[in-house]
């Protein structure tokens, strides 16, 4: 079992920053990936950025790239989500998620921002962005 919690969340106007945060319990001898997701009014989940159990791989989804910056610190179980150039369009709830190692099998480029890979969610944390 793996537990998550996320921080950070709040309002800021276009152009701003915010910096989330997710600590994790963790699975007593299984790595796991993380990621973050996020989901607006009335849209699907959609995967924002991936990261691998030791922090050296990323993968980021295009709305993400060159805006956001995804990291983790295994010695403190926290994964971080800076997000820079907000814009309106980045206003969902942001989720993060943990699969274990070995569960992205298969060729599918899409696999690391899938949500269905994911096992394991937090609450969610709410980010606004006005314009």
């Known amino acids: 079992q793996v537990q998550l919690s996320e921080s950070g969340g709040g309002s800021v106007q276009a152009g701003g920053s915010l910096r989330l945060a997710c600590t994790f319990s963790?699975?007593?001898?299984?790595?796991?990936?993380l990621a973050w997701f996020r989901q607006a009014p009335g849209k699907e989940r959609e995967g924002v950025a991936h990261?691998?159990?030791?922090?050296?791989?990323?993968h980021k989804s295009d709305s993400a790239k060159g805006r956001f910056a995804i990291a983790r610190d295994n010695a403190v179980n926290t994964m971080y989500l800076q997000m820079d150039s907000l814009q309106p369009d980045d206003t969902a709830v942001y989720f993060c998620?943990?699969?274990?190692?070995?569960?992205?099998?298969?060729?599918?480029?899409?696999?690391?921002?899938?949500?269905?890979?994911?096992?394991?969610w937090g609450q969610g944390t709410q980010v606004t962005v006005s314009s």
């Open positions: 998620a943990a699969a274990p190692q070995g569960s992205f099998g298969g060729l599918d480029p899409a696999r690391w921002l899938s949500a269905d890979r994911y096992k394991y």
């Open positions: 963790r699975l007593a001898s299984t790595p796991i990936h």
């Open positions: 990261i691998s159990t030791g922090g050296g791989v990323t």
